[in-house]
Each structure stands twice: as C-alpha cells, then as structure tokens.
C-alpha cells in the first residue's frame, strides 16, 4: 500500500515563506515524476510544480522565481518564498510511480491527503 504523507502547510503573512515535504512510503519499484498541485475553493486542481526522475522541472507561470521544488529519493519539496494571499490554496503531493498493490505490481498516480496554506495578513 502506497501512501504519499505531506507536511508543512500553515498560516503566513504575504511575503513570507513555507516549505512543504511529501514522503511517498510502500513497495516503491520506481518513481518517475513527483510534483505539487493545489486547489483553492471554488477552482480546480491545478499543477504548481513538477520534477521527473531526471531531474528536469516545471512550473506555473505565476510561481516562476519564487517556488523550488526538489526531489531527494522518496521525497519531494516544494520551497515557496514571497507568498501571495493568491497562493493561498490546499496542497496535494501527486507521484507518477511503479509499486506493488496486493499482488499485482503497476504504475499509476497517487495523491496526499493535502495540507493548507493560507496567506495572509
């Protein structure tokens, strides 16, 4: 059983910054994207931040220069600086990976619980 745990979410002034974790536990063949979406209420769930198993990464435009993700084996980061009251938004930890589900071994996407970042002053 796969389960992706998240950390770090919290209340921050605008301009401030938080740092979210996600630890991707179970019997993990192979991971081959890891990346953070989020939702606010009342939109959909879109991407923030991804990072293949190559290392190359991605972001939404309005994160660009502020927002770093990484990646160290199971785990992966989101460092968000200069938060805006628009960043505001709970946060789900997504991986695109290969592991055991009872007896069949697959690769599909699995999610986090979330955490919630709000912004403000």
């Known amino acids: 059983q796969v389960q992706l745990v998240e950390s770090g979410g919290g209340l921050v002034q605008p301009g401030g910054s938080l740092r979210l974790s996600c630890a991707a536990s179970?019997?993990?063949?192979?991971?081959?994207?890891m990346g953070w979406y989020r939702q606010a209420p009342g939109k959909q769930r879109d991407l923030v931040a991804g990072i293949t198993n190559g290392g190359t990464t991605n972001y939404t435009d309005s994160v660009k220069g502020r927002f770093t993700i990484s990646r160290d084996k199971n785990t992966v980061n989101l460092e968000m600086n200069n938060l805006k009251p628009e960043d505001t938004a709970v946060y789900y930890c997504?991986?695109?990976?290969?592991?055991?589900?009872?007896?069949?071994?697959?690769?599909?996407?699995?999610w986090g619980q979330g955490t919630q970042v709000t912004v403000s002053s």
């Open positions: 179970g019997t993990i063949f192979g991971i081959y994207a």
């Open positions: 997504n991986a695109d990976l290969v592991a055991k589900t009872g007896t069949k071994i697959m690769r599909r996407d699995y």
